[in-house]
């Protein structure tokens, strides 16, 4: 589902301004068409992230954009590590076991402080109340009531907590990209992790 290489080149700001370029005019009314070699690149980026491409390419194109704008940002100076004397306190909530823990981990090996992991959007959802929190990294798919969705409206409108959404889901991550300061797509490595944290805060949606 997930190509590595376009994810480190979008990373670095000049892919994803080249593609706004290129395919911004689907968005216009009424919209601007590019040619035939742009239009079967953006199928080849729809199929990369596992979207429907038989869709009108404008549809394409704006799922697309909200997910690529999330997940690299346009400013490389932002994708530096956080500063070691910016510790947060991190709400994890992710219902693979495996990934909690060594998401939990990581985030603990660099510092921050971890609330957390949970399973399931009602317990997260109680925890948001008793914690001052600087930011969540919530997986969109949750078991149990309630998804991710769900728990980033709650915590952005309720607590202000700004929300990173960690997840292969990338429909759904388009969608509701509004919600998230920041999209991490599966799988994912722990420099991915810490510089979506990293861009979150220096565009000033986290505390420092």
Known sequence: MFDGTL??????GTELDRLRARYDGLLADPPILPGDEALAELAGMARIFDLDGSRPPAEVWRDLRAVLTRQGGSAPATRAAVPAHRTLTLMVVEDDPGMASDLTEMLTAAGHGV???FSDAAAARTAAGLYALDLALLDINLAGEGDGVDLARTLTRTW????IFLTGNVEAAARHARLAAALVLKPYGGRDVLDAIARTVAGGAAAS
């Open 160 to 163: 202000g907590v700004p929300v």
């Open 7 to 12: 994810n480190a080149a979008i990373g670095d």
């Open 115 to 117: 609330v957390g992991p």
